[in-house]
C-alpha cells in the first residue's frame, strides 16, 4: 500500500545523520492559550534547518541514496524543476556532497528565491513562460546530458526523507497523540504515515490545504485523482492543482482526515508565529497551525505536533502579510 | 583581571548541558556576498533556543548554580527587574528547574514581553513609572521575602553562562578568526574574552553599540565609567545608559575595539537578516551584523563571527522597520 517502508526511513536517517541536526521540538505556553481547548502544541522548528525546511532533509536523502546506488551517475548531476523550497534544498544538499544541481524555473522566478539556489552554486536554468515551460525544459536538459532527476514528490528517496521528520519528532516527544501537516505534493503526510503505521499506531495524522488549492484534500475525499485544477494562494509551498501518483494512494488510504484553511487564517497563523515564536513561517509553514485551530474542538486534551518551516516567504510579502 | 575564569565557562557548560542544545552556527554564502571584502560570515542562532536569546544561557548558569550552592534558597525563588530578555530567560528558567521568579517591571510595560514572562509561570509584579522605580520595588521584595537577586550583569555566574556561547561556537568553527558582539551590559563579550585568552588567544573580539546608547562605548575609548547616560535606541536589548562594575575593566582590557553603528544600520540588519536567512532578529540581536560592515574593511579575508537574537521585537517594531 505505502510506496515506502519504516525500514527506508530508517535507512534514510542513517544517510541524514552526518549533514543534517535533529530540529528542535519546541513548546511554547502562550501558544496553547491561542489554540485552546487544552492542547498542548509542539512546534518542529524545520526552519532552523539549512534553507528554513524540511525539504532539505527529501533532497539529502536523495543525493545521498544516488551516491550509494551509483556514484558515476551522481557525478553526472541531478535535475529538477522548481521554483522554490525543493530547488534550494537540492542545492544545499548538492553543494555539501559535491553533487552538480541544474534548477529549472520559470523566466520572472522570485528573485529572492533564484538567488538562494545560486548562492549554493547550482546551475539556474530560467526557460518557458510557465512552471510546465521549466519542466519541458528540464526534461530536454537531462535527457541531452545524462543527469538523474530528482522529483519533489515522485521520488522513494524523497519520501523517505520526509518520513525522517516524522520518526525523529516521535523521539522528542513520545506523548504525541496527533500531528497537522500542511500538504503539497505529499512527502510529509506519506512520510508520517509510514512511521505511524510502524512506530506509534494511534497516532492521528490530518492534513491541511487552503481553499484556494484544494485539489489534493479534493481527491482525499472523493477519490478522484487531480490534474491542473487551479491554485490560488499565497501559499505557494502549498500550491499544488494536481495529485501524485506515488502519494496519493497512501493518502487516502492512510491520513484521519484532510481540511482546508482559508488564505486570511494562514496569514493569521504567520503573524501568530511570529508575535508567540519569534520564527518567520512561509505560508505553506504558517498551514498546520490554522489547521490546527480547526480540528481543536475534535482534538481537545491532546498533545498535537505541528510542523514550522520558513524558507520561501520573500520580504514584500511579509511586509503585506503585517499590514 | 577577569571577573570569571575559564574554569567557570566549563563548569557552566556542564550544568547547562541537560537543559539547553548547542545552537546552531550556520553560513550563508548570501550573506557573505552582502558583507563582501572576502569574508567568510557565520551566524550562531541563539535565536534557536527558548526564548530567542543567549540570555537564557545566563539565566540557566545562575539558576543552576544557585540550586547546587544552597537549595533551600533556591526553592524560595529569585526576582530582578528587567523589561525584557533577562527577565523571559528567568522565568523560562525558573519552570524548567522548579524555581519561584519574579520579575519587576515598570507599569504600562509591553504587553507582549509581560505575557511571555507569566506563560511560563513567573509572577510579574508591575510597579513604578520607571525601570528605576521596579529596580527598587524588585530590592523591597528580595529583602521582605528573602529572595535570591539575579542581576542581569553583576553576576559571576550569568557571565560564565554567557561564555559557554563563545566556547562552543569555536568548537563548532574553529576557523573563526574574529567575532563581532552587540553589546548591552557586556556579558556576552566578557564571557567571549575569557574564553578566547584560554583557547584561542589569535581571536579578536568586538563589540558594537547603537549610536543612540554609547555609555559602554565611550567608557572603553576613555577609560570613565558612565551612569544613567542618556539612551535612544529602538534596539531595548543593548539600550544601557550605564557600565557595571563586573563588566567595565574587563571589556576595555579584553576588547580589541569597540564601534558604534547607525539606527538605520540595525534596521537595515534586521531586514538582511530576515531576508538572507529567513530568521528573525530583534534590534540588539542584528546589531553584529551592522558593526561587521562597519569593520569589514579591516576583516577582509577573515572568517567572521556574528550573533543572531531575537526574542524582543514586538509586532509593531516588525512591522514599522520592514515599511
Known amino acids: 500500500m505505502h510506496p ?8 534514510a536517517r542513517a544517510r541524514l545523520k552526518a549533514h543534517l541536526p535533529a ?11 491561542l489554540v485552546g481547548h487544552d492542547i498542548r502544541v509542539w512546534v518542529k522548528h524545520e526552519n532552523h534547518l539549512p534553507v528554513n525546511t524540511f525539504k532539505v532533509r527529501n533532497a539529502t536523502s536523495a543525493l545521498t541514496a544516488l551516491m550509494e546506488r551509483d556514484a558515476e551517475l551522481a557525478a553526472r548531476g541531478v535535475a529538477a524543476a522548481s521554483t522554490g523550497n525543493h530547488g534550494q534544498g537540492l542545492a544545499w544538499a548538492g553543494a555539501r556532497l ?10 520572472g522566478n522570485n528573485p529572492e528565491k533564484s538567488a538562494v539556489i545560486m548562492s549554493y552554486g547550482a546551475r539556474l536554468v530560467e526557460a518557458g513562460a510557465t512552471y510546465d515551460d521549466a519542466v519541458a525544459h528540464c526534461d530536454a536538459l537531462i535527457a541531452a546530458e545524462g543527469l538523474t532527476r530528482i522529483h519533489s514528490t515522485n521520488n522513494a528517496d524523497v519520501l523517505a526523507g520526509a518520513g525522517t521528520l516524522t520518526a525523529e519528532f516521535l523521539e522528542q516527544v513520545p506523548e504525541l497523540d496527533a500531528i497537522v501537516l500542511a500538504l503539497g505534493g505529499g512527502s510529509q503526510c506519506v512520510g508520517a504515515i509510514t512511521v505511524r503505521d510502524a512506530v506509534k499506531p494511534s497516532l492521528t495524522v490530518f492534513a491541511t490545504q487552503s481553499e484556494g ?6 481527491a482525499f475525499h472523493d477519490g478522484m485523482p487531480r490534474h491542473g485544477q487551479s491554485v490560488n494562494t499565497f501559499a505557494e509551498g502549498i500550491a499544488n492543482g494536481s495529485t501524485y501518483d506515488m502519494t496519493v494512494n497512501a493518502l487516502r488510504a492512510g491520513l484521519t482526515d484532510f481540511v482546508l484553511v482559508s488564505e486570511a487564517s494562514i496569514a493569521q497563523a504567520i503573524r501568530d508565529f511570529l508575535r508567540i515564536t519569534h520564527n518567520l513561517a512561509e505560508g505553506a509553514g504558517a498551514a498546520g497551525l490554522a489547521g490546527l485551530h480547526a480540528l481543536a474542538p475534535k482534538l481537545a486534551g491532546k498533545q498535537v505536533g505541528i510542523v514550522l518551516c520558513g524558507g520561501n516567504l520573500d520580504t ?8
Do not use: F
Not at 4 to 11: C, E, H, L
Open 23 to 33: 530540529s528542535p521540538a519546541m513548546h511554547y505556553p502562550l501558544l496553547d492559550q
Open 4 to 11: 515506502i517502508s519504516y525500514t527506508d526511513v530508517t535507512a
Open 98 to 107: 559535491g553533487i552538480p544541481v541544474t534548477i529549472c524555473v520559470p523566466e
Open 316 to 323: 514584500p510579502t511579509l511586509r503585506h502579510i503585517l499590514q
Open 213 to 218: 488549492a484544494s485539489a489534493q484534500h479534493d
